[in-house]
């Protein structure tokens, strides 16, 4: 995995392929591993880099600021580390807010985005705001297992997958409960119009936490129409990586 220094943080990234740079965004209690099975896929002509967030992976950094805008400014920085002027993005859960946050204050730079199964556009709501579940998913195993698998419940459960829920648990409790405030507190709602990129939202039937409706309000808020998948939950990027890359390809076709 490579690495590179943007900002105050050393980003470690997974990289693939060669041509318009596609950032790819992972979510909470995940690292760029969840990108491995869209870059195995990338059509030729772009240039896929999938880092790990602050406070993730192998990333390394000061624990300063969780908030969404911070998180925007860390992508930008690594963007700009690397030379990359303009850029498409692909946002998964937290992942997703960032990018969408990054394309609100740098329309110019992005030149398509995609987000799936994002979040709250009108911030998440406060009964979600568990500090003790965080704990719990940190401090037992067998239950974060099982919540992962609750979102993604079509995900195979092969080696790939349990490296993923290891991989997960890495994650400090500071940096999951930072990001039950962060979530709360984004809530950049209809000023999304904003955003001129061609968008794709994306959702599951089956998603438990990003429902339907908080995908529907999400693409209303962008002025575009929403893309619901039926039998996927949380995580179509693992749980139908063809189907995906199918529509991410088309996509990226549209800039």
């Given amino acids: ?26 979510g909470n209690w995940a690292t760029a591993a969840w990108w491995e099975p869209t870059l195995a896929r990338l059509p030729a002509g772009y240039r896929g880099l999938a880092p790990d967030l602050r406070g993730r992976g192998e990333t390394t950094g000061p624990d300063t600021d ?22 498409h993005l692909v946002g998964h859960s937290l992942g997703a807010a960032i990018a969408l946050q990054a394309a609100l204050e740098n329309p110019t730079r ?24 965080q704990r719990m998913l940190k401090d037992q195993p067998e239950f974060f297992a099982q919540a992962l698998k609750f979102m993604a419940p079509t995900a195979p459960d092969d080696a790939y997958w ?7 648990r890495t994650q400090s409790i500071e940096v999951s409960i930072a990001n039950l405030d962060a979530l709360c507190a984004w809530r950049p709602g209809d000023r999304l119009a904003a955003i001129t990129a061609p968008t794709l939202v994306l959702g599951g039937t089956l ?25 996927v939950g949380h995580s179509v990027i693992i749980e139908q990586p063809d189907l995906f890359m199918e529509l991410l390809a088309a996509q990226l076709r549209r800039a």
């Fill in 207 to 231: 998603d438990p936490l990003t429902t339907a409706a908080v995908v529907e309000r999400m693409a209303a808020a962008l002025g575009v129409t929403a893309t619901i998948l039926p039998d």
């Fill in 66 to 87: 969780y908030s969404i805008a911070a998180l925007a400014g860390d992508l930008l920085a690594f963007a700009d580390s690397l030379g990359l002027a303009r850029l």
């Fill in 110 to 133: 992005v030149l398509t985005l995609t987000v799936v199964a994002p979040p709250w556009p009108d911030g998440m709501p406060e009964e979600l705001n568990l500090p003790d579940r």
């Fill in 162 to 168: 349990r490296r993923l829920v290891e991989a997960g």
């Fill in 1 to 26: 995995m490579p690495s590179i220094h943007a900002g105050d943080l050393h980003i470690h990234y997974l990289e693939a392929g060669d041509g318009e740079p596609v950032i790819f965004l992972h």
